[in-house]
C-alpha cells in the first residue's frame, strides 16, 4: 500500500466516557509497538463494473509517550479491524512508514518539545518515491488565542486536523471516514492505473470519450490501426473526425439516439484511417454511468474485420445485418459474462480458439430448423479455412450431431452454484435414482370434482367486490394476489368468465356460458391449493398475461382467432394437478408418471393430457363438444404443442429460434414494407413459434411485474423448492437444488441467476416484437432490488425494518 491518510491533533478539553480501567489494554512502552487487527485482511470495493479487493488498513500512530489519547486510537482501530502500529520517535516512525507505506498516519501535536510534526509530515512525504500521497493527521492543544489557520498544515501535507478526544467511538468515527473517504479515492485511482495499463496493452482499438463526445483517450492499437498520433485527436469532438462514406446515411444517427439512452449499440461500422483508407470494424459502444446516474463517458472497442476475399457488396450486407439486429439496443446490464448462452468454445479452459455463435449467425444466417443444411455449410467452409478455425469446427460439428445444439454454457458449481442448481433442477430430467423409495403422485387419486363449488350462473351475476376486483384486468400492473383473497383462492373461475367472454371464447367454440362455467370449475378444482406456487392463481396469473400479450399489435398481426383461443385455454391448463415437485425430483423418485411418460417432460405430458381428460369426459364442462373434426384436431395440436412449450430443457432452442426465425428477418426486412413482414408474421411455423414464445414469457413473468407482486411470487417459489429439498432429504433423494434449503438460501442470489440465465435474452427477444416498455422498465426496476438485497449480504425477501 502506498497511500496514506494523515490527521493532526489539536488539544481541547478532554472528553472520555468513562474511566481508563487500570487493566486495559494499551500499546506497549517502546519505540514501536504492532497490534494486529482480526485476521480478515480484505475489503471488499465496487468501482463501476469492477470488484476490487482492499487490503486490511494500516494505521501509523506517531504519539511521544502514551496516553489516553493513543490509547483511543488504539482501540479505535482494533475496532475497526485495522492493523495498528505506534512509533514514539521521528526516527522509528519514518522506519516503520518506509518498511509498511501505512493508508494512515495520526502524528501528535501536543508535545512539540518531542518532536516537530510538520517537519516529520514533510520528510515521510519527501520520501514517499512513486507512492500515493500519505494522508496525515496531527494532534495539538486547544489554543488559547484565536484559532490558527490550516493552511500551514495542508502545505505541510496533512489532509485532516482532529481535536483532542479520547473516546474511542469519536476516533473510530475519524478513522471510518477517512477509510470512505481519502483512503478509498486513492485506492480507486491506483486502480484506474491498473486499467490504463490494461488499455494501452490492449490489441483492440478503444477510444474513451466525454459524456459531449469529446475523446479523451485512445489507445496504441486505435493510433496504430486508424493511423492517428494522440495528439492529433485529443480534445477534438468525435463529430470532426472524418468519417466513411460506406456508412448507411443515418446510421450515426441511430447509434447516437441508442447510446444516449444509455443503451449499449454493437454492430459493423466503416472507420475512415488518416489516410482515407475505409476499415471495417466490429464496434461496440458502451455508455458509462457516473454520479448521479448521469452519462459521463462512452467506450468504444473497435475490432477490425481483416476478410480482404469479401466483396464490397457482401460486406455490405454483413453491415446492414449486423446494424438492424444491433440497433434494437437492449439493455445488457443485467448480463453476467459466465452466463453467456449465446456462445461456446472450441476448446477447454487452455487458451484456444474461442467462435461467439451470435456473431457468427449474424453474418452467416441459416434455418435454424436444418441442421442438415448447416452441417453442409461448415463441412464446406472447412477446406479453406486455417487449421485454428478448422480445429473449431470441428467442435461445432460435434455440437450439431448431438443434443447439445442448444445447451448452455455454464461455469463451475463454484463460480455460480444457484444457477447451476436452477439449471440443474429446471432443463433435466433428473439423476438416476440412488435409493429404493418411489414418490406416490398424487394422480393416483382420483381427480377433484367441482360440486362443492357455487360459482355464479354467468359473468352477471358475480359478487360486486369480485367484479371490482377485475377492474383494472387490462392492465398490466393488475394485482392477482386481491382476486385470491376476493374469491377465497377460486381466482382462476372468475378471471377466467372475464377474459375468455372479453375475447368471445363462447362464440368460438359454440358453447354456453354454463359449460365455460363448468369446464373452469373443473380445471381449478384440479390445481392444487396446498402448493405454495403451482396453484390456481399462478394459474390465473399466467391466463392474465397471456391476454395481455394477445392484445398487442404484433401478436394480433400474427395468430388468427382459434390460435387466440388455444393460447388461452392452455394457459388455464398449463399446470393442472402439478405436484409442487419439479421433473428431476419424479424421476428421481421413480413416480408413476415418470415411468408412464419416459423421464421426458413429465409434468408437461401429464398436464397436456389430463386436461383434455377431464374436459371431454363429461358433457357439462366439454366446451369441445360442438367444434367441427378438423378445426378440433387442430385446437387441440395448438393447445398440447404450447403446454409442453412451457418445460424448461427447449427453453434456449425456443427462444433461438424465435429471434432466428422472426426477429430477426422482421429486423431486415422492416423498410421493405407490410407486405414482406406479413409474411413472416403469419407464416404457419412461425405463427408457432410465437404462440411458444408467448406462453413461455407468460409462464415465466414473475419478475416484469410490479415489484410487490414480483416479491410475493419469488417467496412461494422459493417455498415450493424449499420444501422439495426437505422431502428430497427425508427420502433420500438426490438433493436437486441444494441451495435452495431454507436454512441457508439467499432468496436474492437466486432470483438474479434466474433473471440472468432465463429472463433477460427471452423478454429481450419478446420486447423486440411485442414492444413492452413497462414490463422492461419493472425488470430492471425489480434486478436492481435484489441486487441491492444481495449487496447488503441479505438472504431474505426484504430488508429488516428500520
Known amino acids: 500500500m502506498g497511500c496514506a491518510s494523515s490527521i493532526h491533533i489539536s488539544d481541547r478539553v478532554v472528553y472520555h466516557s468513562g474511566k481508563e480501567s487500570e487493566d486495559s489494554h494499551s500499546p506497549q512502552q517502546s519505540n514501536t509497538t504492532n497490534q494486529q487487527g482480526n485476521p480478515a485482511a480484505f475489503t471488499e470495493v465496487q468501482f463501476g463494473p469492477m470488484r476490487l479487493y482492499e487490503d486490511q488498513l494500516q494505521v501509523l500512530l506517531v504519539f511521544a509517550k502514551e496516553d489516553s489519547q493513543s490509547n483511543g486510537f488504539s482501540w479505535a482501530c482494533e475496532k475497526a479491524n485495522f492493523r495498528c502500529t505506534v512509533a514514539r520517535t521521528p526516527e522509528s516512525a519514518l522506519e516503520c512508514y518506509l518498511d509498511k507505506h501505512h493508508d494512515i498516519v495520526v502524528i501528535d501535536h501536543r508535545h512539540s518539545r518531542y518532536f516537530d510534526a510538520e517537519a516529520l509530515c514533510r520528510y515521510v512525504g519527501a520520501r514517499r518515491f512513486l507512492q500515493s500521497q500519505p494522508a496525515f493527521g496531527k494532534s495539538k492543544k486547544k489554543p488559547e488565542r484565536e484559532e490558527a489557520s490550516v493552511m500551514p498544515l495542508i502545505a505541510a501535507g496533512f489532509s485532516r486536523r482532529y481535536v483532542e478526544n479520547a473516546n474511542v467511538m469519536t476516533c473510530y468515527n475519524e478513522l471510518i471516514q477517512l477509510e470512505h473517504g481519502e483512503v478509498r479515492a486513492q485506492f480507486k485511482l491506483r486502480a484506474c492505473n491498473a486499467i490504463f495499463a490494461a488499455l494501452e496493452q490492449s490489441q483492440e482499438a478503444i477510444e474513451i470519450t466525454s459524456e459531449d463526445q469529446v475523446i479523451q483517450y485512445v489507445n496504441p492499437a486505435y493510433e496504430s490501426i486508424m493511423g492517428y498520433q494522440k495528439g492529433e485527436l485529443m480534445g477534438k469532438e468525435v463529430m470532426e473526425v472524418p468519417k466513411s462514406e460506406k456508412n448507411k446515411p443515418d446510421l450515426l444517427e441511430s447509434i447516437n439516439s441508442c447510446i444516449r439512452k444509455g443503451k449499449e449499440w454493437q454492430g459493423i461500422y466503416y472507420g475512415k484511417k488518416k489516410n482515407g483508407d475505409s476499415v471495417q470494424q466490429s464496434v461496440k459502444i458502451t455508455p458509462v454511468i457516473g454520479q448521479g446516474g448521469k452519462i459521463r463517458h462512452y467506450v468504444s472497442i473497435n475490432r477490425p474485420l481483416n476478410d480482404n476475399n469479401k466483396t464490397d457488396k457482401s460486406s455490405d450486407r454483413v453491415q446492414a445485418e449486423s446494424q438492424t439486429d444491433n440497433q434494437s439496443c437492449k439493455h445488457k446490464d443485467r448480463r453476467k459474462g459466465s452466463l453467456d448462452v449465446r456462445s461456446t468454445t472450441s476448446r477447454g479452459s487452455d487458451g484456444e480458439l474461442t467462435l461467439p455463435c451470435e456473431n457468427w449467425g449474424k453474418r452467416h444466417p441459416v434455418s435454424p430448423s436444418s441442421p442438415t443444411s448447416v452441417i453442409n455449410i461448415i ?424
Open 379 to 802: 463441412n464446406a467452409a472447412q477446406e479453406s479455412s486455417p487449421m485454428p478455425v478448422a480445429e473449431a469446427l470441428d467442435r461445432v460439428l460435434e455440437i450439431l450431431r448431438t443434443t447439445e445444439l442448444y445447451s448452455p454454457q455454464l461455469g463451475t458449481k463454484e463460480e455460480d452454484p444457484h444457477t447451476n442448481d436452477l439449471v440443474g433442477g429446471l432443463m433435466t430430467d433428473g439423476l438416476r435414482r440412488l435409493s429404493g423409495n418411489e414418490y406416490m403422485f398424487a394422480a393416483k387419486h382420483p381427480h377433484h370434482l367441482p360440486g362443492h363449488l357455487s360459482t355464479p350462473l354467468s359473468l352477471n351475476d358475480i359478487p360486486p367486490q369480485i367484479a371490482q376486483t377485475m377492474e383494472n384486468e387490462e392492465s398490466w400492473d393488475f394485482d392477482i394476489f386481491n382476486l385470491e383473497a376476493a374469491t377465497m383462492k377460486r381466482p382462476l373461475t372468475y378471471l377466467g368468465l372475464k377474459v375468455f367472454s372479453r375475447f368471445g371464447v363462447c362464440e368460438f367454440l359454440n358453447c354456453t356460458e354454463a359449460t365455460l362455467r363448468s369446464w373452469l370449475q373443473v380445471i381449478e378444482a384440479n390445481y392444487h391449493s396446498s402448493n405454495s406456487y403451482h396453484n390456481s392463481c399462478h394459474a390465473a396469473d399466467v391466463l392474465h398475461a397471456t391476454a395481455y400479450f394477445l392484445c398487442k399489435e404484433r401478436v394480433k398481426q400474427s395468430l388468427d382467432p382459434i390460435d387466440e383461443v388455444a393460447a388461452l385455454i392452455a394457459a388455464t391448463v398449463h399446470d393442472v394437478d402439478h405436484p409442487g415437485r419439479t421433473n428431476s425430483f419424479l424421476c428421481n423418485a421413480g413416480s408413476e408418471l415418470a415411468i408412464l411418460y419416459n423421464d421426458t417432460a413429465v409434468l408437461e405430458s401429464h398436464h397436456a393430457a389430463l386436461a383434455f381428460q377431464i374436459t371431454i369426459r363429461d358433457d357439462k364442462c366439454n366446451i369441445f363438444k360442438n367444434m367441427e373434426r378438423n378445426e378440433y384436431r387442430t385446437m387441440r395440436q395448438a393447445i398440447i404443442d404450447m403446454v409442453l412449450a412451457t418445460e424448461m430443457t427447449k427453453h434456449f432452442e425456443h427462444v433461438n429460434k424465435f429471434v432466428n426465425s422472426i426477429n430477426k428477418p422482421l429486423a431486415a426486412l422492416e423498410e421493405n414494407g407490410e407486405e414482406s413482414v406479413k409474411s413472416i408474421l403469419t407464416s404457419p411455423e412461425n405463427r408457432i413459434l410465437v404462440k411458444r414464445m408467448l406462453i413461455k414469457c407468460a409462464d415465466i413473468s414473475n419478475p416484469c411485474r410490479p415489484l410487490e407482486l414480483c416479491i410475493e411470487w419469488a417467496g412461494r417459489i422459493s417455498e415450493e423448492y424449499f420444501a422439495q429439498t426437505d422431502e428430497e432429504k427425508r427420502q433420500g433423494l438426490p438433493v436437486v437444488m441444494p441451495v435452495f434449503d431454507r436454512n441457508t438460501c439467499s432468496i436474492p442470489k437466486s432470483q438474479i441467476s434466474f433473471i440472468d440465465y432465463f429472463i433477460t435474452d427471452m423478454f429481450d427477444a419478446w420486447d423486440a416484437f411485442a414492444d413492452l416498455p413497462n414490463l422492461m422498465q419493472h425488470l430492471d426496476n425489480n434486478f436492481k432490488y435484489w441486487k441491492g438485497l444481495d449487496e447488503r449480504k441479505l438472504h431474505t425477501l426484504r430488508p429488516p425494518p428500520e
